[in-house]
């Protein structure tokens, strides 16, 4: 049985950094599509970022690079994703996301993935 336990969320200033990280479970990540999404109240869900199993590059929403960095240690079994420069509106709840890797790029809508975390609450405000 696959499981993703995030964790890393918090309270954090404006400009501020934070790391999320994903631990997997019943699953090696070699195999996986993994990555992250995010909810903000009133709104959709929307990917922030994704590994593919193709790899090695990783994907970003528009909103978030050159700020976020995605990686993984395939050892621990782990996914981290390295948030700098938080804005208030980074604000939402992530989720670690995951799906059996079909070689091609990830997907980019929620239901696509088969593995979900609880999620972990990142607020950014001063």
């Known amino acids: 049985q696959v499981q993703l336990v995030e964790s890393g969320g918090g309270l954090v200033q404006p400009g501020g950094s934070l790391r999320l990280s994903c631990a997997a479970s019943?699953?090696?990540?070699?195999?996986?599509?993994i990555g992250w999404f995010r909810q903000a109240p009133g709104k959709e869900r929307g990917g922030v970022s994704c590994?593919?199993?193709?790899?090695?590059?990783?994907s970003y929403a528009d909103s978030v690079k050159g700020r976020f960095t995605i990686s993984r240690d395939n050892a621990k079994n782990v996914v981290f994703l390295q948030m700098s420069s938080l804005k208030p509106e980074d604000t939402a709840v992530y989720y670690c996301?995951?799906?059996?890797?079909?070689?091609?790029?990830?997907?980019?809508?929620?239901?696509?993935?088969?593995?979900w975390g609880q999620g972990t609450q990142v607020t950014v405000s001063s």
């Open positions: 996301v995951a799906r059996i890797g079909s070689w091609g790029i990830c997907p980019p809508l929620p239901h696509e993935y088969d593995y």
């Open positions: 019943g699953v090696t990540l070699d195999v996986l599509d």
């Open positions: 590994l593919s199993r193709r790899g090695p590059s990783a």
